[in-house]
C-alpha cells in the first residue's frame, strides 16, 4: 500500500505542476456545481468519497436557484457511485446548467483508493476527471444588441470545450470524525486549440469539510454537525455551518445550514424520508441580501435510490445478524 500511495502522491504533484502552467480561461467559469446537499452524498463535491460507504446509489439532484426570477441558475444532476471490488471506489456525474442565456455541461469520472488504518480508522484518495463545455443559447444570435461580426460571442455559441481535475482526501476516524479535502479544477485547461487564455493567473480553489457522528440510541437518532469551507475562483471564503439529524433509524432527517462569507449570508433547511431503498431530500434556503426581495428563495431536490450493496455490505449485514443478542434486550423480552 505504501507503494499505491507514493505513486499517488507522485500523481498529485504532477498534477499541481501542470495546473501551475496551464492557461487560465474565464476564472469565473472555474466554480464548481452549487449544492445544498453534499452531506447527504459528498462523492458530488468530493471525488475521494467515491465508493466509500461500499453500496451503489444513483442520485438524481435538481436546484432552482432564486425561483421566480426570470432566467435564475437551474442544475440538474444525475450521479451514480459505488464500489466495484475491494478498496476501490467509482463514481460518475453529469451535470448541466443553465443560467439566462448561458449553458454548462459537465461530465465527470471519480475513482478513490480506499484502505485502514488500525480497526476504526478509513481513509481515501481520490481523483476526477471531467470534460466541461460552457455555451451560449442561439438566442444570442438574434439579440438585437449583438453584432454579427462579434467574433467571442460567435465561438461561444458553438461550445467551448476545457478539460478538469479533482484531487480529493477523504477519512473516518473512531467510526465517529469525518474530514474531507477537496482541490477542485486542479487542472483546468481548454481542449479548442483556438483559445488560449491570456489571464495566467494561478486560482487557488479549495473545499475542506470536518464533520461528527453523534449516536442518540436512546431515541433512535443520529446527530451530524458539520462545517464546510469554500475557496473557489476568485470569489472570496464562505463558511457553511451543518446540523443533520437522522431519526427512527434514519427513514426520518431533518436538518439546518448556516452560511455566510463577505459576499452572502444564508439560511437553509432541510426535511427527508427514506422507505426501503429509496430517499427523498428537500431544501429550501433564502439570502439576507435585498435581492431576496425579487426572487422566492431557492429549492433543491434530491431522490436516491441504493441498487445494492457489494459484498462487503452484505458481510457486514450478515455479521450484525449473526451477533449476539446484548443482555439488556435478552431481559426485555424475557419480560415481556
Not at 27 to 40: G, Q
Request: proline share 4%; hydrophobic share 40%; glycine share 8%.
Amino acid at each position: 500500500m505504501k507503494r499505491f500511495i507514493s505513486i499517488f502522491f507522485l500523481a498529485f504533484v504532477f498534477c499541481f505542476a501542470i495546473r501551475i502552467q496551464a492557461q487560465d480561461y474565464a476564472r469565473a467559469l472555474k466554480t464548481p456545481a452549487v449544492y445544498n446537499h453534499y452531506t447527504l452524498n459528498p462523492f458530488l463535491i468530493n471525488p475521494a468519497h467515491s465508493g466509500f460507504e461500499q453500496n451503489n446509489r444513483l442520485v438524481f439532484n435538481f436546484r432552482n436557484h432564486w425561483a421566480g426570477f426570470e432566467d435564475a441558475p437551474k442544475g440538474l444532476t444525475l450521479g451514480i457511485n459505488g464500489s466495484p471490488a475491494a478498496n476501490m471506489g467509482l463514481s460518475g456525474i453529469v451535470y448541466n446548467e443553465n443560467f439566462g442565456v448561458a449553458n454548462r455541461f459537465t461530465g465527470q469520472v471519480n475513482y478513490a483508493y480506499n484502505f485502514k488504518l488500525g480497526e476504526d480508522n478509513r481513509f481515501s484518495l481520490g481523483l476526477g476527471g471531467s470534460y466541461i463545455q460552457y455555451s451560449l443559447d442561439s438566442r444570442t444570435i438574434t439579440d438585437p444588441l449583438h453584432q454579427s461580426t462579434d467574433p467571442i460571442i460567435n465561438r461561444a455559441v458553438n461550445g467551448q470545450n476545457f478539460f478538469g481535475a479533482d484531487f480529493g482526501f477523504w477519512g473516518e476516524f473512531g467510526k465517529k470524525y469525518r474530514i474531507g479535502i477537496t482541490l477542485p479544477h486542479l487542472v483546468l485547461t481548454s481542449l479548442d486549440n483556438e483559445i488560449r487564455a491570456k489571464d495566467t493567473a494561478n486560482v487557488f480553489n479549495f473545499i475542506g469539510f470536518a464533520g461528527l457522528i453523534w449516536d442518540v440510541p436512546s431515541y433512535r437518532m443520529t446527530i451530524e454537525p458539520s462545517v464546510c469551507i469554500r475557496k473557489i475562483s476568485d470569489v472570496p471564503f464562505g463558511t457553511d455551518l451543518n446540523v443533520i439529524a437522522k431519526m427512527l433509524d434514519d427513514r426520518l432527517t431533518g436538518g439546518f445550514t448556516y452560511s455566510f462569507g463577505p459576499s452572502d449570508s444564508r439560511i437553509s433547511f432541510l426535511v427527508g424520508v427514506r422507505v426501503e431503498q429509496l430517499r427523498f431530500f428537500y431544501s429550501y434556503d433564502q439570502t439576507y441580501q435585498t435581492f431576496q426581495n425579487y426572487n422566492g428563495g431557492s429549492h433543491e431536490l434530491t431522490l436516491s435510490f441504493d441498487i445494492g450493496k457489494n459484498a462487503k455490505g452484505k458481510k457486514k449485514e450478515m455479521e450484525a445478524e449473526a451477533a449476539p443478542m446484548p443482555k439488556e434486550e435478552i431481559m426485555e423480552q424475557q419480560k415481556k
